[in-house]
């Protein structure tokens, strides 16, 4: 028994047996310790936000956090765009930086660097573990902070004589008690209330957990009874949607749109979500998308139980538990046949032929945002999203929720530019044969800043701005890109070729990519 070994002990103990990792020479003897505890399943990522990127998927499914194993300030550098998506998406998270030995570090080592301050824009907690002794203490009260809900970021640092120095046998293993999840104020129910019965125009903004079903339910009898509108965030942990679940429109991302869905709301009650703003700011253009009269009323924050929070305005209301709530509209499109392939035509597709229970991992960016249009009336699903706006996370996040959920098919629709930036999380699909179908929307071009520049004024884009926009010259090829990765792929332009290579990839099991030329 060493401080590795009660490290890793306190984590099973806890129910934290997976661990999503990339470690190098002062993580030896904790990967020692890990190859110890068989029940531990142990996850290679060939790059940091790989790891970061997968734990995150993995707790958006599995409601519990993964650990993650990281090397140094430099490895949880690598994996800190990820970990500001999971901060952003308050997922669940207990990361083991590993450090030089505390003597060590006064000799300012190549590797030497100040972990903590890397560490602490993207987490909500960081430790130090000073000792051997000190080690499961140190993980129970990571574990704590990370299962809060609705869910933190916790970085615990190992240094290397944390983990080596010997312990007692015995030595004893904390357990760590859930907090009880708070419930709002009959204030704020009342609030909401009464906004609802004006008659003025009042939307349900909904985020986090109140997408979830039985929050759903709540705000569904609520929208069909009152005539309210149920909206959600632009980005979303996960959302629960398809079959006889409630319909809640997303906020747009464009912010003219986003604008325009909100120009006539005069209460816009906040569960589980911030009051609106632009992803970023334009010139001339406002910060804040709701109208400036709007009142905005807190019915839960996100740290609240937000399906109570529901069902309290539903009774406040007087509508019964059993009353109907709102249905999804039929689907208003027709399937395409043949011809070209578009991005529209891929959205369809994927929707028509959405498998029951599929998990839906979404970094489509631009020619993904019809998708949600087009599946609200598809088979139940799960929805997950970039919700941070760093890119590079849609391929780790499928890995992750594969991990967490091994019987359901996981469907990554994946733009082709931020596809790069996890690239090797391909590899990771293939070694631990995650049942991972990733569709990649090649339009060769980060068409989302082509958009941007537009938006700043530059309608004709010059040589050296294209060159830093399109993806050309040469173009990437997925196929061979994948089958190095040791994921079979194969490439298609026409809308037949894709939905002959979809309803392929819907059939098998195990990682298969469909690069749809558009």
Request: hydrophobic share 45%.
């Given at each position: ?385 970039l919700t941070g706006g760093a890119i590079g996370i849609g391929l780790p996040l499928a890995a992750g929720a594969a991990v967490a959920c091994p019987d359901r098919k996981v469907i990554t629709l994946q733009a082709d530019g931020s596809g790069m930036y996890t690239l090797q999380a391909l590899w990771t699909q293939a070694r631990e044969n995650l049942d991972c179908l990733t569709v990649i929307l090649a339009n060769r071009s980060y068409a989302t800043l082509h958009g941007e ?66």
């Amino acid at each position: 028994m060493n401080g590795a070994d009660s490290l890793c002990d306190t984590l099973l103990a806890n129910d934290v047996d997976v661990c999503f990792a990339n470690p190098g020479t002062s993580e030896m003897h904790f990967v020692a310790a890990l190859d110890r505890k068989p029940k531990m399943r142990c996850v290679l990522g060939l790059f940091e936000g790989v790891v970061t990127g997968a734990a995150d998927g993995y707790a958006r499914m599995a409601d519990k956090p993964a650990a993650t194993l990281l090397h140094l300030g430099p490895g949880l550098g690598n994996g800190l765009a990820n970990l500001h998506n999971a901060k952003r998406a308050r997922t669940p998270m207990v990361n083991i930086v590993g450090d030089h030995a505390t003597y060590h570090v006064q000799y300012d080592a190549p590797l030497t660097s100040d972990v903590e301050g890397v560490a602490r824009p993207m987490s909500h907690w960081v430790k130090r573990g000073m000792s051997a002794e000190s080690m499961s203490a140190d993980a129970a009260e990571a574990i704590a902070v990370a299962r809060r809900h609705p869910g933190n970021i916790a970085t615990l640092i190992l240094p290397a004589n944390s983990a080596w120095t010997e312990l007692p046998a015995d030595t004893a293993v904390a357990k760590v008690v859930d907090e009880a999840v708070p419930h709002t104020t009959i204030e704020a129910v009342r609030a909401a209330a009464k906004a609802i019965r004006s008659g003025e125009t009042t939307t349900l903004l909904l985020g986090s957990t109140a997408l979830r079903e039985r929050a759903l339910k709540a705000a569904g009898r609520i929208a069909r009874a009152t005539g309210v509108r149920l909206m959600s965030e632009t980005s979303n942990r996960r959302v629960e949607r398809g079959g006889d679940r409630t319909p809640v429109d997303r906020l747009p991302y464009p912010i003219d749109l986003a604008v325009a869905k909100l120009k006539d709301v005069r209460h816009l009650v906040l569960v589980g979500a911030k009051a609106p703003v632009g992803f970023f700011a334009y010139p001339g253009k406002p910060s804040l998308l709701a109208p400036e009269d709007c009142e905005k009323i807190v019915l839960a924050t996100v740290e609240q139980d937000l399906a109570h929070a529901l069902e309290w305005l539903a009774d406040e209301l007087g509508i019964a538990a059993d009353a109907p709530r709102l249905a999804a509209p039929a689907p208003a499109y027709e399937v395409p046949a043949s011809g070209k392939l578009t991005g529209a035509a891929v959205n369809i597709l994927v929707a028509h032929h959405l498998p029951e229970n599929a998990i839906v991992c979404d970094e489509s960016i631009t020619q993904g945002r019809e998708f949600p249009i087009y599946s609200a009336s598809s088979a139940p699903h799960d929805w997950l999203m970039l919700t941070g706006g760093a890119i590079g996370i849609g391929l780790p996040l499928a890995a992750g929720a594969a991990v967490a959920c091994p019987d359901r098919k996981v469907i990554t629709l994946q733009a082709d530019g931020s596809g790069m930036y996890t690239l090797q999380a391909l590899w990771t699909q293939a070694r631990e044969n995650l049942d991972c179908l990733t569709v990649i929307l090649a339009n060769r071009s980060y068409a989302t800043l082509h958009g941007e520049m537009k938006n700043v004024g530059v309608q004709e884009p010059g040589r050296n701005a294209r060159r830093m926009l399109d993806l050309e010259e040469p173009y990437l090829d997925w196929t061979h890109l994948a089958r190095g990765m040791g994921v079979e792929a194969v490439s298609v332009d026409t809308v037949e070729g894709f939905a002959r290579a979809l309803q392929d990839g819907l059939k098998r099991r195990g990682p298969f990519l469909i690069e749809a030329l558009i």
